[in-house]
């Protein structure tokens, strides 16, 4: 899922795509890339953001998402009723949903639908989040949801950690470290790790608190990887190319793992000689 900030203020790509003309260019780049989805947005969910009217948020993506639309799947990401409606009549079929409650306008108009997990507002999310236990309280809310959309109806419901959204860097890698029992219960798995703060955090060099946005692409790709492995369906980035050729290297990684660990409990001799596969 390639990102589309449509908007002057996202935290690392505000202003690129501000305009119709950049916008579609930087879609049509991003399917190049090897994009299956473009994830289009028109309000920013950085800490600290403050709202944006309905009618700029229509006029930011309609037109990007009707033009989008006839290439590739194109989801819309917001939070508003109104805003949803319009993206899926102007042809988005995906609701990328970072309030976890538009499950009710993904089962009338027959979309998909994502369930993000998020601790409060961006306005005031990263106010000193705090949980007892972050895997069990992250993983119930998102299940409960995705239970809630099935009954009214939705057919594709997704469901997505919300990296970053109300969590310090420690939630965000025990969330990561745990995807696996995500994935196992059985809702398919999106992740968006791309260029967020906590890699800044982990990046950043002597006396500086967190390296740049610019400087975040290697954690941006190994945290992708390693949600495609441990059982993420979909990871939304900003760096299309880079995150296509670690999905096209993980893909059979994650299929021969599949086959061997299916093989192992069958048969330890099925599995093949000793040493193959270990280079
Ligand atoms: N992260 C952002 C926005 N939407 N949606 C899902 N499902 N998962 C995410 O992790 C996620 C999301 C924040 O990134 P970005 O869109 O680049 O920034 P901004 O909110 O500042 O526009």
Redesign the pocket.
């Known amino acids: 899922m390639g990102?589309l900030?449509v908007?002057p203020d996202?935290?690392?790509?505000?202003g690129r795509y501000f305009d119709l003309e950049r916008a579609l260019a930087r879609g049509l780049e991003m399917i190049a890339e090897g994009a299956d989805v473009i994830?289009v947005?028109g309000e920013?969910?950085?800490p600290g953001?403050r709202p944006v009217p309905e009618a700029e948020e229509l006029r930011r993506v309609v037109p990007v998402i009707e033009a989008l639309a006839r290439h590739v799947r194109v989801s819309v990401?917001t939070t508003k009723p109104a805003v949803a409606e319009a993206a899926l009549s102007a042809g988005a079929t995906l609701l990328?949903d970072?309030s976890a409650s538009l499950w009710p306008v993904a089962a009338s108009c027959g979309a998909g639908w994502?369930a993000?997990h998020m601790r409060g507002t961006p306005g005031t999310m990263q106010d000193d989040p705090r949980y007892d236990d972050v895997v069990g309280e992250v993983h119930g809310f998102l299940i409960e949801r995705a239970r809630q959309a099935v009954e009214a109806g939705v057919r594709e419901v997704w469901v997505?950690p919300?990296?970053?959204?109300g969590k310090t860097a420690r939630h965000n890698l025990t969330l990561l470290h745990h995807l696996p029992v995500l994935a196992a219960s059985g809702f398919p798995v999106?992740?968006?790790t791309?260029?967020k703060g906590f890699l800044g955090l982990l990046a950043g060099g002597p006396g500086e608190e967190r390296a740049p946005v610019a400087q975040r692409l290697p954690g941006s790709i190994a945290t992708a990887t390693w949600a495609m492995l441990a059982g993420a369906a979909m990871v939304?980035v900003?760096d299309v190319a880079a995150a296509f050729q670690s999905a096209i290297l993980v893909g059979p990684a994650r299929l021969a793992s599949d086959v061997t660990s299916r093989a192992t409990r069958i048969s330890p001799a099925a599995v093949g000689p000793p040493g193959l596969g270990t280079r």
């Open positions: 990102v900030n908007t996202s935290f690392s790509d505000g994830d947005g920013s969910s950085r953001a990401d990328n970072i994502v993000m997505d919300g990296i970053g959204f999106l992740v968006g791309s260029r939304r900003h």
